[in-house]
């Protein structure tokens, strides 16, 4: 079976532009969450999505967004980047939603903005 | 909103016993605590869930004792690979279906030949 996939990668940007990153699932999972880790903050939780329809989010600004499409891939947007932003983002994929559902963790996408 | 604690590194020698253990002095009444493990250059991985007392699978144990202010991860005989950071995780339902995650700050785990 298939693991979580992000692309891409590796992503540079500079202040002020925008970004959009995306998340494949496992199949049959229908959860998508997504995270940013840095070494400062650590893993925080930025939204979760199911079904198409935002179940939670995080306390980060509205420059963060995201949204997932009928086949459960989903998609997060960064606007007006700042230095801050740079990070590692992680995609999460679970069977149901709610934080207690073991999630499975793609490798992530590593931004950095200049 | 649950705070957690862990400690920034720990060292180990091959076969011996780990102990991680994760404070959440204020975690709630309906709180599940949760481990993850990293290594480099990959997300966290699902090791172990309790809501309390003890669980086990083949991989780990979890200890949260009756007051559920701390939970200690346990690896019986650690290897090599087992070198990673570990990640406490509270999960807070606040009802309506809301929730907030709480990561730890993550314990970095080097085990020693």
């Known amino acids: 079976k298939a693991g979580v996939t992000q692309t891409p990668r590796y992503l540079i940007k500079t202040r002020g532009q925008q970004v959009t990153l995306s998340c494949s699932p496992i199949s049959g999972h229908r959860s998508v969450s997504w995270y940013q880790q840095t070494p400062g903050q650590g893993l925080q939780f930025l939204f979760e999505?199911?079904?198409?329809?935002?179940?939670n989010k995080g306390n980060f600004p509205g420059r963060f967004s995201g949204r997932q499409f009928s086949n459960s891939r989903s998609e997060m947007n960064v606007s007006t980047l700042e230095l801050g932003d740079s990070a590692l983002y992680l995609c999460?994929?679970?069977?149901?939603?709610?934080?207690?559902?073991?999630?499975?963790f793609g490798p992530g996408t590593r931004l950095t903005v200049l | 909103l649950a705070k957690t604690t862990q400690p920034i590194s720990m060292d180990s020698y091959e076969g011996q016993e780990v102990n991680i253990t994760c404070s959440h002095n204020n975690i709630a009444t309906n709180d599940y605590i949760t481990w993850y493990q990293q290594f480099p250059s990959q997300g966290p991985r699902f090791i172990i869930q309790g809501y309390k007392t003890k669980v086990t699978n083949e991989v780990a144990s979890l200890f949260i004792p009756a007051d559920r202010k701390s939970s200690t991860l346990s690896l019986p005989r650690v290897s090599l690979s087992d070198t990673a950071v570990y990640y406490c995780l509270v999960v807070g339902y606040s009802g309506a279906g809301s929730y907030q995650l709480t990561f730890g700050k993550g314990t970095k785990l080097s085990v020693i030949p």
């Open positions: 999505y199911f079904s198409e329809t935002q179940r």
């Open positions: 999460a994929s679970s069977r149901d939603w709610g934080g207690n559902n073991e999630q499975f």
